[in-house]
């Protein structure tokens, strides 16, 4: 049995920003201050992770530790090349196979994540219209066949998560 969560990162300094390759676009102050508020709203939520995994662009990053210091779990970030931007939901599904965990954490880009949502639950990645927002989240749960789809438990959107923290 697995469940995941998908986080999509916070607000970066936007594309094309002088100075500032795309792929190391950090969190605005407001979008770190907003992860963190993520963060205190899905740990309110009483969640159990066992382990988080992020792109390794920083915006991704950032995000997952602020979200592991709110949960508890400062320090046990790790990240993985599957979930950079530009990915595929297909590359990321594939890595996913050989995870083990069985509360993890996902930390990454769109359109990815959105469309890993709808390949993990109807097996295709356009069949589900969806999209995660910047620091929203999805829960999907599969049974104990490795090779079943996964159901959709929730999505969050980042509003809604900022109000159970307080």
């Not at 320090?75 to 050989?98: F, Y």
């Not at 965990?101 to 994540?113: C, F, I, Q, T």
């Amino acid at each position: 049995m697995q469940t995941l969560y998908l986080l999509r990162h916070g607000i970066a300094v936007p594309h094309g920003t002088p100075g500032i390759d795309d792929d190391d676009r950090p969190l605005t102050t407001k979008g770190e201050h907003r992860s963190r508020q993520v963060g205190a709203g899905f740990a309110a939520y009483g969640p159990t992770i066992d382990r988080i995994v992020s792109s390794p662009l920083p915006r991704a990053i950032r995000t997952a530790e602020v979200v592991a210091e709110e949960l508890g779990l400062a320090g046990c970030v790790e990240t993985a090349d599957a979930l950079a931007a530009g990915r595929s939901p297909q590359e990321i599904r594939d890595w996913l196979r050989g995870r083990s965990e069985e509360h993890l954490m996902l930390v990454g880009h769109n359109p990815a994540l959105s469309e890993l949502v709808g390949l993990l639950i109807v097996g295709e990645p356009h069949r589900f219209s969806f999209e995660l927002k910047k620091a929203a989240m999805a829960a999907l749960f599969r049974g104990p066949d490795p090779s079943s789809r996964y159901e959709l438990l929730w999505t969050a959107p980042p509003r809604i998560l900022r109000r159970l923290g307080h």
